[in-house]
């Protein structure tokens, strides 16, 4: 299993337009490629220097070449999605393989 992780640094003013528009339309987008189980969105509580509220957004995927699809098929299309948030928001992504994966007996 892989995680595309897109982490985000959104502006105060804006941040729960954006908020909502990654719950009722985004996530739900990359998640109807196909390409990703699940998605997991998060708040990080650490402050930023440069401001800003921090989200993680973690999605989920059987294998890599699941993740190559999506970055050869959708990822353009969907990206173009967030610039009515352009100058207002920082991303960064990272890809992370899951090693081990344990719960509570």
């Not at 490629?33 to 921090?54: C, P, R, S, Y």
């Not at 967030?82 to 990272?94: L, Q, W």
């Amino acid at each position: 299993m892989h995680i595309y992780n897109v982490t985000i640094n959104i502006e105060e003013s804006i941040q729960e337009a954006w908020l909502a528009w990654m719950q009722d339309t985004h996530i739900p987008e990359m998640l109807a490629t196909g390409k990703f189980q699940n998605a997991l969105m998060t708040k990080v509580l650490v402050e930023e220097d440069m401001g800003g509220i921090t989200y993680s957004v973690q999605y989920t995927t059987v294998d890599k070449d699941a993740l190559q699809r999506y970055y050869t098929e959708d990822a353009e299309r969907l990206r173009a999605t967030t610039n009515r948030f352009a100058g207002k928001m920082v991303a960064f992504r990272t890809e992370l393989e899951i090693i081990n994966q344990q719960t509570k007996p």
